[in-house]
């Protein structure tokens, strides 16, 4: 790429005045008019040939006029295209420098909106700070630690609106969420006991998503929520806890933040909410984003409980709230409604952004748990043999365990009453597993449409192949705003059933009887089972015996 000819926004063209007593001859009248085109012309051929100008700018960012590199078609340009002055003066170590810079397109809703630079290595424009914007919305001013060379203000255009997607530590992001994202959030940080932060930033992800890393703090990570305890005993904790985090954010130049506290006791309301509101002060007056991952609230019988989080006061402080996975499919069609309802009547819905997830969840005695897709179908695949012997030219019985329906299970089906698929099977007094695929996150995302919300957020944004793949329904989600409510063919949920040698009879119900050559030998029988989406396989092999053959007696 190589860069054109810059003009500036503050630079003018001052005209000359003559000032005297004496008037003019006409003569000398005509002779300094006709100098004094000849200076215009010939600066105005320098101004053309040698950069149009370009001594002019003394900004910080000056407009590049030629365009050699395009604009995405995902993004709407909102500001002139600039490249840094080189005369502008260094910026020291350890300061951040402001830029403010006029928008051509003038807006008051800052949703998508951010300061993009460009990577002439990659070839490719990357988020490089958040928009804050001034002067009823005709200006946009950010805050940089490193100013790119070449800089403009894009809106990420995405009938969905926002698309956040979590990432593990050194995972990579699935190849559609790399293209949709507009935030992520690595799960990089969690507290400690005395206010710090443990752990690293990750590289920002090769997107053009902001990248908010991730305090998390959970009953699933030993010993956060004891530490989360500690900080927000008394206020001297909490602010410490804060001034912890804006270090952090500083020294790692981080554009923003993600504070995922769940699991938290109800008497932690203020102190959460204070804590929120002091961080987010600190946050903004830097220019930096600050984002919550929060539990949904419980139905009551009578009331929304929201627990330990006061949504319309962390409203007011975060710019984004995400809404945790909810793992109980019994009851989330059936309560989310009125969850999702009071949220947004506390809470500006278009913060409020719900998240799916490419994990199935199984519900027992035993509580809740997170599987894989690969894991659940191996579950519902598990074989075994209901026959004494396995002799040749016999009927043995192969079944499906735990899809058995002649065992009273329910086998591999669509549940309409939580538009998933699902099964039940017998361990332990009884356990039920909802998958998530597309066409559970197609009724999920219906939410969004339906109370307007924000956005969507994907649990585990990776490219993870034995997971579930939302993304089938997230992609036409975005490019339309509208959900696409499917749901498998009844066919694809069917056990299938292979064997090397005999025949097979039934097993539409998990049960198949295998009528056996009379050949003795290794046959391998094979189960196919799919959630509508992918195909998974479980095989057992049975060595036949031969057939015992009674001797006949001997006469006497």
């Not at 008019?33 to 320098?46: D, E, K, M």
């Not at 995405?72 to 600039?82: A, R």
């Not at 002091?278 to 220019?287: K, P, R, T, V, W």
């Not at 009071?342 to 809470?347: A, D, E, Y």
């Amino acid at each position: 790429m190589r860069p054109g000819p810059r003009r500036g926004y503050s630079g003018a063209v001052r005209g000359t005045t003559f000032s005297g007593s004496r008037r003019p001859s006409p003569v000398r009248a005509i002779v300094l008019v006709a100098i004094a085109v000849a200076v215009l012309v010939v600066g105005l051929l320098a101004w053309v040939f040698f950069g149009r100008g370009s001594g002019d700018c003394t900004d910080a960012y000056c407009e590049v006029v030629d365009l050699e590199f395009d604009i995405p078609p995902e993004f709407e340009l909102h500001s002139k295209v600039l490249e840094r002055n080189p005369n502008d003066e260094p910026l020291p170590d350890g300061y951040d420098k402001q830029i403010n810079i006029p928008l051509e397109v003038p807006t008051t809703d800052d949703r998508g909106l951010s300061f993009y630079g460009y990577d002439i290595e990659e070839r490719r424009w990357e988020p490089v700070a958040s928009v804050l914007l001034e002067e009823e919305g005709t200006r946009a001013t950010g805050l940089f630690a490193d100013p790119p060379r070449y800089l403009a203000v894009f809106r990420r255009l995405n009938e969905g609106r926002e698309v956040v997607a979590y990432l593990q530590p050194g995972d990579t992001l699935h190849p559609t969420a790399a293209l949709l994202a507009t935030v992520v959030h690595t799960l990089d940080f969690t507290p400690a006991f005395d206010g710090a932060l443990l752990g690293q930033p990750s590289p920002r992800p090769a997107t053009t998503a902001l990248h908010y890393p991730v305090i998390s703090a959970s009953a699933a990570i030993d010993g956060s929520v004891a530490n989360v305890d500690n900080i927000l005993a008394t206020g001297a904790d909490r602010t410490n806890h804060v001034r912890q985090i804006l270090q952090r954010v500083a020294a790692h130049r981080l554009s923003g933040i993600d504070i995922a506290y769940l699991d938290l006791r109800a008497d932690q309301r203020t102190s959460f909410t204070l804590f929120v509101s002091e961080l987010a002060e600190g946050l903004h007056s830097q220019g930096k984003a600050l984002t919550l991952t929060l539990p949904a609230p419980l139905k009551g019988l009578d009331r929304i409980d929201e627990g330990a989080y006061d949504w319309a006061a962390l409203g007011q402080s975060a710019d984004l709230i995400k809404i945790a996975p909810v793992r109980d499919q019994s009851t989330f069609r059936l309560h989310m409604p009125e969850v999702i309802e009071h949220i947004t009547t506390v809470v500006d819905a278009a913060k409020v952004i719900l998240t799916i997830t490419p994990y199935a969840s199984e519900k027992s005695a035993d509580g809740l748990r997170s599987l894989t897709l690969t894991e659940a179908m191996a579950i519902a695949s598990k074989l075994g043999v209901r026959s004494e012997s396995l002799t040749a030219g016999a009927d043995i019985q192969v079944v499906a365990v735990n899809i058995d329906r002649d065992e009273g299970l329910s086998g591999l089906r669509w549940q309409p009453e939580t538009a998933t698929v699902a099964f039940t099977y017998k361990l332990n007094g009884g356990r039920t597993v909802w998958i998530e695929n597309m066409f559970s996150a197609g009724f999920k995302l219906e939410f969004v449409t339906a109370y307007g919300l924000g956005g969507l957020a994907v649990e585990d944004a990776s490219d993870n192949i034995f997971l579930g793949n939302v993304w089938s329904a997230v992609e036409p989600f975005v490019a339309s705003g509208q959900a696409v409510l499917l749901q498998p063919s009844h066919s694809h949920l069917v056990p299938r059933w292979q064997v090397t040698g005999g025949n097979l009879v039934g097993g539409d119900r998990g049960l198949v009887t295998w009528q056996t050559p009379l050949e003795a030998r290794a046959h391998t029988v094979t189960l196919t089972l799919s959630d509508g989406v992918e195909r998974f396989e479980s095989r057992i092999v049975l060595d036949l015996q031969p057939v015992e053959v009674e001797e006949p007696a001997e006469a006497p």
